[in-house]
Every structure is written in structure tokens, then in C-alpha cells.
């Protein structure tokens, strides 16, 4: 038992199903249940969860990278202007929106390691930088801060499928978790991550290369959020600066509930996963209620909250085990 305690995501587990009960019980018979419910706050937790994983990778490693959000929104505008006022194909432009999200990966990752400055602070500059050149660029190319997209059947087949009300982007949530995990436990630069987050400088004098490990997280975070970009441009039919703003917070928010500490060091895949259902849960499990949505964001904010707190008990409780 203890083992499991343990465990980075014995809390965000517990949380989730204490959470995931009581919205049950609160809105019985509402259909919070139901398989389309259940698809419901999978959808929201897909997408997301898609992008936490490596931020929460990357955090593990002490790192921060808040330019995700408007990775998002010039992803999905890269392949609208690209498709709608150029006239190009489709997968050319999602080869080159994602393009786009490494390198911007790879310049938060390179300026992160090259200057020592706080990552929080550099992709925090990156994210304002990157969706003012979007609103920019986006206007003086086309006009425009949003546009529709010209899809093809093979684009919609991979980004926008729909089982009843489920959407594929589940599918690539639980895909991307399997990678995740597995780099993270099973590899040497899974080990390499955990050292890096956990002592810079010993992890350094063993030999890891902190600084590639940091610009590889870098850009897989980078790329995380551009593949969210084309993936809700397909969905979605249509482009916008501002997609994504909302995952500037919420993807560190999912991760610290799944377990991950602010320090780095210590966290887990599975944890983050959780912690990103939990979010799901309870953004989705509120609107089931039937309750006032002008209570929505004090209702949310306490049971993450409390969440965290639970979490963070719980960790603290299996550190303190001899």
C-alpha cells in the first residue's frame, strides 16, 4: 500500500475519482454518465491533455514554457492563410505549422539555456511576441485575424473524426500519453529528464546533457502545440490568432494536479494524464449541474484548488515514509 502512496499520481488519482463521484451523484439523471457525457469531457481533456504532456515533461525537467498557447492559435492560422488565400494543399501547410511550433520551441529552448534567464519569464515573452505576429502578419497578409480552412477528406480523417460524439483527438491524447510514458520510464532520456529536474548541477557532473535535454523539451512542447492548432483548425473549419490562450495556464494547472512538482524532479506521465481528466471532469461536470454558469469559475477554481491541496498532501505524506 505504501508503494502505492508513493506513486507521483496516487493523488491525482484519488482526486479524480472523488471528483468524478460527486458530479455523478450531483447531476444524476442529467447524462454526465452517459457515453456522450463521458465523450464530452474526454473531448475537452484530449486536447489539452495533448499539450500537458509534454509541458508537464519539460516542467519535470524545471523548466516552464507558456508559449503554448499562442503556438496554438499560429499553427491553425499558418494552415488558413495557407490554404484559403494561397490556394495551397492542405498537408504542406500542416508540415509547415508544425515547422513552426519546433522552431519556436527551439528558440525558447537555445535562449533558455545560452542566457540562464527564468523560462518562465522567456516563454511568457515568446507567447505575447508570437500572437502579436500573428495578429500582425495575419492582417497584413490577408486582412484578417481569423479565416476558414480548405480541408481535404484525408485531413479531416486524421485530425477531425468523430465516433458519435467522441472526437479522434482522444485517440492522439491517449496515443501521446504512451510516448510520453514510455520515454519517461523507460529510457535513458527519460532518466536524463528526472535528473535534470532533480539536481542541475550533480546531473550535469554525471555526464547528462542538460542543455539538449531542456531544447528537445522545448520542442516537443513547440510541436505539441502546433499539432492543437491543426487539429482544431480541421475540426473547427477555420484559423484564429487566439486559439489556445486558454492552455497558457491550464496546461501547468493539469500538471501540478497530476503530481509534477513546481521544482521539477518528481512527476509522472500517468499523473499528468489524470490530472488533465480531472480538469475535464469538472469543466464539463458543471454545465450537467443545471446551476447558474456565473458560479462556473469560482466552482472551478475552488476544486482545482482543492485538488492541489489533496495532492499535495498526499505527496508529502509518502515523502515523510521511511
Same mark, same amino acid.
Given at each position: 500500500m505504501m508503494r502505492l502512496v508513493r506513486r507521483p499520481e496516487f493523488g491525482a488519482l484519488a482526486a479524480f475519482v472523488l471528483t468524478y463521484i460527486f458530479f455523478a451523484i450531483v447531476t444524476h439523471g442529467a447524462g454526465f454518465v452517459s457515453v456522450n457525457g463521458t465523450a464530452g469531457w474526454m473531448n475537452l481533456a484530449a486536447e489539452l491533455g495533448i499539450i500537458a504532456i509534454p509541458v508537464g515533461m519539460l516542467m519535470i525537467a524545471g523548466e516552464f514554457d507558456l508559449s503554448i498557447g499562442s503556438t496554438v492559435g499560429a499553427a491553425s492560422m499558418v494552415v488558413a492563410i495557407g490554404t484559403s488565400f494561397f490556394d495551397m494543399p492542405i498537408w504542406p501547410m500542416i508540415a509547415l505549422a508544425l515547422a513552426m511550433g519546433g522552431a519556436i520551441g527551439l528558440i525558447n529552448g537555445l535562449v533558455v539555456?545560452?542566457? +540562464?534567464?527564468?523560462?518562465?519569464?522567456?516563454?511568457?515573452?515568446?507567447?505575447?511576441?508570437? &500572437?502579436? @505576429?500573428?495578429?500582425? =502578419?495575419?492582417?497584413?497578409?490577408?486582412?484578417?485575424?481569423?479565416?476558414?480552412?480548405?480541408? #481535404? !477528406?484525408?485531413? $479531416? /480523417?486524421?485530425?477531425? /473524426?468523430?465516433?458519435?460524439?467522441?472526437?479522434?483527438?482522444?485517440?492522439?491524447?491517449?496515443?501521446?500519453?504512451?510516448?510520453?510514458?514510455?520515454?519517461?520510464?523507460?529510457?535513458? =532520456?527519460?532518466?536524463?529528464?528526472?535528473?535534470?529536474?532533480? +539536481?542541475?548541477?550533480?546531473? $550535469?557532473?554525471a555526464g547528462v546533457p542538460v542543455e539538449r535535454v531542456k531544447v528537445l523539451l522545448f520542442v516537443g512542447a513547440g510541436l505539441a502545440a502546433a499539432f492543437?492548432?491543426?487539429?482544431?483548425?480541421?475540426?473547427?473549419?477555420?484559423? +484564429?490568432?487566439?486559439?489556445?490562450?486558454?492552455?497558457?495556464?491550464? @496546461?501547468?494547472?493539469?500538471?501540478?494536479?497530476?503530481?509534477? &512538482? &513546481?521544482?521539477?524532479?518528481?512527476?509522472?506521465?500517468?499523473?499528468?494524464?489524470?490530472?488533465?481528466?480531472?480538469?475535464?471532469?469538472?469543466?464539463?461536470?458543471? =454545465?450537467?449541474?443545471?446551476? #447558474?454558469? !456565473?458560479?462556473?469559475l469560482l466552482f472551478l477554481g475552488g476544486l482545482l484548488a482543492a485538488a492541489v491541496l489533496a495532492n499535495n498532501y498526499v505527496r508529502r505524506m509518502a515523502l515523510s515514509v521511511k
Open positions: 539555456v545560452k542566457t +540562464n534567464l527564468p523560462s518562465f519569464i522567456v516563454t511568457l515573452a515568446t507567447n505575447f511576441m508570437v &500572437l502579436g @505576429a500573428t495578429l500582425g =502578419f495575419s492582417r497584413l497578409i490577408a486582412q484578417v485575424t481569423s479565416s476558414s480552412i480548405v480541408q #481535404s !477528406d484525408t485531413a $479531416r /480523417a486524421v485530425f477531425a /473524426a468523430k465516433w458519435g460524439q467522441a472526437n479522434i483527438s482522444i485517440l492522439w491524447w491517449i496515443l501521446a500519453a504512451i510516448i510520453g510514458g514510455w520515454v519517461l520510464g523507460k529510457t535513458t =532520456f527519460g532518466n536524463w529528464i528526472y535528473a535534470t529536474g532533480g +539536481n542541475l548541477q550533480a546531473a $550535469r557532473g492543437v492548432g491543426v487539429l482544431q483548425g480541421v475540426q473547427w473549419n477555420s484559423g +484564429n490568432s487566439t486559439y489556445g490562450q486558454g492552455y497558457v495556464f491550464q @496546461a501547468p494547472i493539469v500538471v501540478v494536479i497530476g503530481g509534477v &512538482l &513546481l521544482g521539477g524532479g518528481y512527476g509522472s506521465v500517468t499523473g499528468i494524464f489524470i490530472g488533465t481528466a480531472i480538469f475535464g471532469v469538472i469543466s464539463t461536470g458543471i =454545465f450537467y449541474t443545471g446551476w #447558474s454558469t !456565473d458560479w462556473v
